[in-house]
């Protein structure tokens, strides 16, 4: 390499490590840092195709990090309780019931919450006697079609005078209801939470204290939720993606398939014990 690419190389080298550095001092973790970087590398590989200058030098000089954050989800009996209990509903204020019935839904369809804040009435469609959802995504353009079961379209009917299908309550709001709810549901088993910073994890405290279960929920978790329930439920991988909008081959799609087959794993294990007895018996036949 001629000296004075090297010489180059070694600046944006030095930026990048005293950027990232800067981030770190900050309090930013892994995720943030390389989402940075991720932007940084859009904008270079952007001026390369587009204006014909070789930025490759720089683009190599910032090497994007990652953190695997644990995805957290309510299972299916998490979901019964807040769409079927009717005494922990007359327990909760009209706020909170509002925003039980948003929780409910988005924990069924899935949608991105920009979307499921949009609903409108044209979004529903009565057909041979089933209810759809068509929606096409704001941020993707994916259509999805979605056949809703008769407690989600109860939901719907008690809006229906609004002029949109669901409350709409702001991302932050949302986010607050939504913990006081689980909290008011006791869900409130300590879990903890770890971030990472250069690769090292590190246990995030609140006020002093462990997370609990209700403090880590958001309206990202009605996503998560919906499409982690529909893998473990047995829905192939196909059609599951049909419906959340992810394209082939999404590392954040996989990243729900390899969740679920922790719940996968459970009901092999219990294949292999069945099979593994009565092997037993036939040998001490």
């Known amino acids: 390499m001629k000296p004075m690419l090297l010489a180059e190389q070694k600046r944006w080298k030095k930026f ?10 900050r309090g930013c973790h892994d995720n943030y840092v390389g989402t940075h970087f991720k932007v940084i590398k859009v904008f270079l590989n952007y001026i390369s195709l587009q204006k014909r200058l070789n930025c490759e030098i720089i683009i190599n000089s910032f ?3 990652s953190e695997n954050i644990p995805i957290l989800v309510l299972d299916k009996e998490h979901i019964a309780f807040l769409a079927g209990n009717k005494s922990f509903e007359i327990s909760l ?20 919450f920009g979307d499921l804040m949009k609903l409108k009435k044209t979004n529903l469609e009565f057909v041979s006697g089933n209810h759809y959802l068509r929606v096409v995504s704001n941020k993707t353009g994916t259509e999805t079609t979605i056949k809703l079961p008769v407690y989600i379209v109860a939901i719907f009917e008690k809006y229906k005078k609004l002029k949109f299908m669901l409350p709409v309550l702001s991302n932050g709001q949302l986010n607050k209801n939504i913990k006081l ?9 300590v879990v903890g939470k770890q971030r990472s910073q250069l690769g090292i994890k590190k246990t995030i405290l609140k006020n002093g204290k462990a997370y609990r279960f209700c403090d880590l929920i958001t309206t990202h978790t009605m996503r998560r939720t919906a499409i982690t329930n529909l893998l473990i439920l047995g829905m192939p991988e196909l059609l599951v993606r049909q419906i959340s ?38 040998k001490n036949q």
Request: with cysteine; glycine share 8%; hydrophobic share 35%.
């Open 93 to 112: 204020s009209e706020r909170l019931q509002r925003t039980k019935d948003i929780f409910v839904v988005g924990c069924y369809v899935g949608l991105r």
């Open 16 to 25: 990048s490590v005293n950027y990232a550095t800067y981030l770190y001092s």
């Open 63 to 65: 090497n994007t990090i």
């Open 245 to 282: 909008g992810h394209s082939p081959g999404s590392k954040a799609f996989y990243r729900y398939v390899t969740f679920a087959q922790s719940y996968v794993d459970i009901a092999i294990d219990k294949v292999h014990l069945a099979m593994n007895e009565l092997i037993s018996k036939e």
């Open 181 to 189: 709810l689980c909290e008011k549901a006791g869900w409130t088993g």
